[in-house]
């Protein structure tokens, strides 16, 4: 691929601020787009809608999805273009990032800053005014934690880094539950639980993969400090758990038998491949993973929601366990 021409001089930048207002009349809405990662964004709103039918009894609003779509695209595109500013110094390094508008100088870094502030405030405001307090707090808890924990405190400096800064992806379903219920219940914090456990194996697969990138960048990825074989067993003990925590809601009384059989289908899928690259650690069944997990977690979450038209969620399953005072 070629880079486009509009390349910044970041010297001429510095010694004439004039240069500024050019530069900024010069930004592509393309590299504005790319900064969001909407590919990444569409799996999170859709574990941000499923929630919104289960959380009450009647479908929510056109207005209310709109809203909450709108917000949330906001927050996740925000936080993205935030993790790509406090990354320009590594992203260079790696194939898969090096194109990106800062990287390739095609935006300032003053640039990339406004632009995620901006994003990020217009979230909150848009999910207080178009649901809720409780969606917004929530939603700008996800920015704060992505950003904070994992991209600036966790992952240059812990293999641990995916799996708990991973949290920060798991709150959209909570995000959707909280902007109808206005509450935090038991089955939202399952459906958290089931995205935290899916992280690890998700995104693991893929830095098997990149894994010369990430040790050229200086990203402690559990491939690159643990090394394969220990990644491949922490792949295969997470589909485990991630097995466990998909299929709690039905013994709990939270989903009915619909989601239990597509859940174990897919798992069961999940589980067979995490094995196979213990067995046979080819590249091709670490990337067959990584692809299915991307289809794995998007049909669960409509699974739940297939359910959700056969199954009545019982009281339970919306006993109260958080909300702000009124």
């Not at 935030?82 to 990106?100: E, K």
């Not at 709150?171 to 959707?176: A, K, S, W, Y």
């Not at 109808?180 to 995104?203: D, G, K």
């Not at 893929?206 to 074989?229: H, T």
């Amino acid at each position: 691929m070629q880079l486009p021409s509009t390349i910044i001089d970041e010297a001429a930048l510095n010694e004439n601020p004039q240069e500024i207002l050019r530069v900024y009349a010069r930004i592509s809405w393309r590299d504005l787009v790319a900064l969001t990662k909407p590919r990444i964004i569409a799996l999170l709103l859709l574990t941000t809608l499923v929630p919104m039918f289960l959380a009450g009894p009647l479908a929510p609003s056109g207005w209310l999805i709109l809203w909450v779509m709108v917000g949330g695209f906001l927050a996740a595109g925000g936080a993205n273009a935030l993790n790509q500013y406090l990354d320009r110094d590594i992203d260079h390094v790696m194939v898969r990032t090096r194109l990106r508008p800062l990287p390739s100088k095609r935006m300032h870094p003053t640039q990339v800053l406004v632009f995620s502030l901006l994003l990020c405030a217009a979230s909150f405001v848009v999910l207080w005014l178009g649901a809720n307090l409780l969606t917004a707090l929530l939603s700008t808890t996800g920015i704060v934690y992505y950003v904070g924990i994992y991209t600036h405190a966790l992952k240059r400096s812990s293999t641990q880094n995916i799996v708990i800064g991973g949290a920060a992806g798991a709150i959209p379903p909570l995000v959707g539950w909280a902007a109808v219920a206005n509450e935090i219940s038991l089955l939202p914090i399952l459906m958290f639980l089931i995205v935290f456990y899916w992280t690890p194996p998700h995104f693991w697969a893929l830095a098997l993969m990149r894994q010369k990138e990430y040790r050229a960048a200086g990203v402690p990825m559990l491939p690159v400090i643990a090394g394969e074989k220990e990644t491949h067993r922490q792949i295969v003990l997470y589909s485990v758990l991630l097995l466990l925590i998909s299929t709690m809601p039905v013994f709990l009384g939270l989903l009915g038998p619909v989601y239990l059989v597509l859940s174990l289908v897919l798992n069961g899928v999940f589980l067979w491949q995490a094995v196979d690259i213990l067995r046979r650690p080819t590249n091709n069944n670490v990337w067959r993973l990584y692809k299915f997990s991307l289809l794995y977690l998007a049909l669960l979450f409509l699974a739940m929601g297939i359910d959700g038209l056969f199954f009545s969620i019982p009281e339970s399953a919306v006993n109260l366990v958080f909300r702000l005072p009124q």
